[in-house]
Every structure is written in C-alpha cells, then in structure tokens.
C-alpha cells in the first residue's frame, strides 16, 4: 500500500487560486453533477455506498447523516462546515483551508445539493487568520464564476456560503456549540436528541461536517465509490489524514489510506523517535483519546475498529508521539489543564471534576498531594464519566485514566516522593519540594507557583508541536 494522494492531491502546490484549481480539473465534477442530472438522491446514495465515515471524530456515516435531514418540513436547511479544530494534537484540516479552499468548497456545495440546503456555513476557529483568508477568496472567486449563488451552473440550485470565525473556544467544535455560538449566544452544547439534522441552526434541519469529509466527497462523486473503497478496510473505506506531532523525526500531515500498518507508518513514514530514542507512549487520534503503550501502538493498524481493539480510539487523527523522557504525570497535569480551562460549564460533573482533576495534579506536581490523591482521581472519573451533556468531559477521563493505568509507578513515585520518576525534578524546576507542610486541606490555601516559576523538564519540541500548553 503506497500513500497515494485523494485529499490531498493539490496539497504541495503553493498556488491555490481558482485559476489553479480549474486547471488541475476543480469543479469539472460538480459540472458533470448537474450535466448528468444527479438526483440529491444519487448524491447520497454514491456517498452511503462509498462507505465514508465522518473525519471530525465520531466517525458517523456521512451520506447516512444527510439522508436524515427530513425534506417535507418546509424549513430551510444548512450545511455547517465545521473548521473548529481546536483539540490539541489535531491540524489536519488547517492544511486544506489554506491550501485547498476550493477542495472544500466543491464538497460543500455538492452535501448542500445532496440534502437541499441553500444555505452554508464555514465556521473557522478564530485563530485560523490565514484559512479564513484565503476561504474568503476562494468564496469570492468561485460566486464570480457561477459557482456559487443563484442557479448554479444553469441549475435550478442556489446556494450562498459565508465564513464565520469562532473566538477561541475548544468546546465550539462540538457540533451543537457551534450552532449555539453560529446563532449568536455562548457556544454550549445542546441536550440531544433532537440531532441537528432535524433541529439545529435556529431550529432548522442542518448537517454540520467536518472539512475533511467534505473535502473528500469530490473525488468520490469523480471516481465512485468502488474506486473509493479499494483504499481502507471494509468497515473503515477510503484515506485519513493524520497529524502527527511530538518527539518524532518528521512530524507533518499525512494521507494514510485506512487499515495502513501502524508500524510501518511510524517507522518507515515518520522516521520513528527522534534523535533515535525509545518510542514510550502515543495518543493516536487527538489529545481526548486514550494513550496507548508503544507495544499497542505498533501492533494496531490505522482504521477505526482496530485502534479500538488496541485500546484507543482513532478519533480525529491527532498523533502525539511521546519518548522516553516523557513524565506521564506532567503530561496528565497539562492536559488537565486544558480541559478544565475549556469546559463550558454547564454540567456539574464537568465544570467541577475537571477542576478537580486539574487542582490535585498540581497538588502532585508541588510534592503535596491529598492523601489517597490517586484513589480521589479514580473515584472523580467514575463521577464525570458519562455523565454529561456532551463529550468534553470523558475527554478528560479518557488520557488521563489510561495514563494512570499503564504507567502506575510514575504516578505512585511523583505522589510519594514529590518529583518526577523520569526526569528526576519538578517542573517548579527543583529537585523535590523541600519539606511538606500540613495545608494540603481544603481551606487552608497553599500558595501555587506563578506559571513563570515552571521550566518544562521535558523536550521544548513536544510544546511547541504538540500545541498541548500553547493556550
Ligand atoms: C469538545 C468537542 C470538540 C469537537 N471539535 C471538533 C472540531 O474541531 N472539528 C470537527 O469536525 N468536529 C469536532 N467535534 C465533533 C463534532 O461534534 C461533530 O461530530 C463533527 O463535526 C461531525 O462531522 P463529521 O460527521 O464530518 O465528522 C468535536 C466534538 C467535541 C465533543
Ligand atoms: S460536558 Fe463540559 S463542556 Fe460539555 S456541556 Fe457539560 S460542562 Fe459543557
């Protein structure tokens, strides 16, 4: 299995204009669309057979999902792109955004004929300027050539697209969020059902898709979906893109057809660990998935249903590869960190177990732990797990439990002896905290270092391409 190009075809060309675009053969398959007179329904029925599978996470069919918007309501229906990406970890859609606008483009317009929206969005994280560029002119250009607009191409089909950035919220990905934050209020997510195909943006039907699934539909309507599934596995059809990021030789964006043997990929395509250290653990598919041991890592091959069977989950493709220098307790405070900072809020388990978790690996990392501090973590998990509105909250469960579980000795030798079994310190920069005074207790505060008081003790490369503290 080579790692040939369907996505990412036009990826390394640097000119991403319409012009460009037209000449590589952009838009000749929606022309063919409306020439050949395909029904909305062929459209879906071409993406259910093509077997693909929604890229921002869940994994839901796609073609299935567009087939549940009803048609006999008389409401406007919408197409959400959702360009949100904010999980640490994951930055593969940011590559066609400002790459390939038009990829996108094309895509959205051929899901909005398959269920009848005339109406979609681009909802981009706020911190992507550059995509929400060149989305912008893309937008332009393709309304001045019929591409968008009234009667597409001579059709009976109008459609107008608009971009809509975020504010920098981690939790506007969810899929309700958005709609929330698209309609104006704060992003938290809704109670499902209703599912937004039938009562999402203003209560309207609407379908919100990641950008990688829709850019991967023109070349299923080009090639068919036969064609389509010669790449992937039965269950998990067709290429992925997988953002790769840590202490590996070369980190990037790769288009990897489904089912591709992990260890291949990780030694032969990626150059395995830098500076030719020993691979220790990896989180295969965004910072909220479970963390594998390098052993389950390298046995899995890359499709949905076998991550699975290794203990993971493939999720969005985010791979963050971490050696052996890697202090599973400072990673577990750094994602801790994080999710407490993005939780929304509005459920208690949530708001206040992510807290929680947060506030007792800093109480680790200071060398004053409650007592019982692990059995506290696992006891809080059981309490967020599963009990919440959306999935923000099992996504701090999920790396930090499976840490805990496979790597136990870091974790007892940081609470016991108040630094790092691997790299021998904290990251207060000191060799352990001097003695432990009695104000661990709830009431009693303990004065936190500053955030300028903490050094990283580990690599410097795993910040800065991981993103996983950057916020
Ligand atoms: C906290 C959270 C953040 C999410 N962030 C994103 C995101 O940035 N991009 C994305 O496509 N899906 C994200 N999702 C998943 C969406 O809710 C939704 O499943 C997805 O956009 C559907 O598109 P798809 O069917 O094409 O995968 C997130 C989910 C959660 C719970
Ligand atoms: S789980 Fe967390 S982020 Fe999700 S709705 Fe509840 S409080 Fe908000």
Redesign the pocket.
């Known amino acids: 299995m080579a790692l040939e190009k369907i996505i990412f075809k036009g990826i390394d060309d640097p000119d991403h204009s319409l012009k460009h675009f037209e000449a590589n053969g952009g838009y000749e398959t929606l022309k063919k669309m409306f020439k050949d007179k395909m029904t909305p329904a062929d459209v879906i029925e071409t993406v259910k057979k093509s077997g693909l599978r929604?890229?921002?996470?869940?994994g839901?069919p796609?073609g299935l999902?567009w087939s549940f918007v009803p048609q006999d309501t008389g409401k406007p229906k919408f197409l959400l792109c959702?360009a949100?990406?904010?999980?640490p970890g994951t930055f593969k859609d940011r590559e066609i955004l400002e790459k390939d606008p038009h990829l996108l483009i094309e895509g959205m317009i051929m899901a909005s004929y398959a269920f009848n929206a005339n109406t979609a969005f681009i909802y981009l994280r706020g911190e992507f300027v550059k995509g929400w560029h060149h989305c912008e002119e893309a937008l332009k250009e393709a309304y001045d050539k019929g591409y968008l607009g009234e009667n597409i191409l001579g059709s009976d089909f109008t459609l107008n697209m608009y971009t809509h950035r975020g504010a920098g919220a981690?939790?506007c990905?969810?899929?309700t969020a958005l709609i929330e934050s698209l309609e104006g209020k704060r992003g938290m997510p809704r109670i499902k059902p209703p599912f937004p195909a039938v009562e999402g943006f203003y209560r309207n039907p609407t379908v919100?898709?990641?950008?990688e699934?829709l850019a991967t539909v023109p070349a299923i309507l080009k090639n068919g979906p036969e064609w389509y599934r010669q790449y992937g596995t039965e269950k998990s059809p067709g290429t992925k893109l997988w953002s790769v990021c840590g202490h590996v030789e070369r980190p990037g964006v790769y288009e990897v057809p489904l089912g591709y043997p992990m260890k291949k990929f990780f030694e032969e395509d990626l150059g395995g660990c830098w500076k030719g250290r020993q691979l220790k653990g990896v989180i295969p598919g965004g910072s909220s998935t479970p963390c594998m041991t390098s052993e389950e890592f390298l046995a899995c091959n890359m499709d949905y249903e076998n991550i699975a069977e290794h203990g993971s989950m493939l999720g969005s493709g985010g791979m963050i590869i971490m050696d052996e220098t890697t202090c599973m307790v400072e990673m577990s405070t750094v994602l801790a960190q994080f999710y407490h900072h993005e939780s929304c809020g509005q459920c208690t388990p949530c708001r206040e177990g992510t807290g929680w978790v947060h506030r007792m690996f800093k109480d680790i990392e200071a060398g004053q732990p409650q007592p019982e501090v692990k059995d506290l973590l696992f006891d809080v998990f059981t309490e967020i797990f599963g009990n919440c509105i959306?999935?923000?909250g099992d996504?701090i469960v999920m790396p930090i439990k499976s840490m805990m579980e496979r790597w136990p000795d870091e974790f007892d030798y940081y609470i016991r002896e108040g630094k790092s079994k691997v790299t021998g310190k904290t990251r207060l920069g000191k060799s352990a905290m001097p003695d432990k005074p009695d104000n661990w207790r709830r009431g009693k505060p303990f004065n936190y270092p500053k955030p300028e008081e903490y050094v990283a003790s580990y690599s410097g490369r795993a910040h800065a391409t991981g993103n996983v503290n950057g916020k």
């Open positions: 929604g890229r921002g996470g869940a839901f796609t999902k959702n949100d990406e904010s999980e981690y939790i990905g969810e899929e919100v898709n990641n950008v699934t959306c999935p923000l996504s």
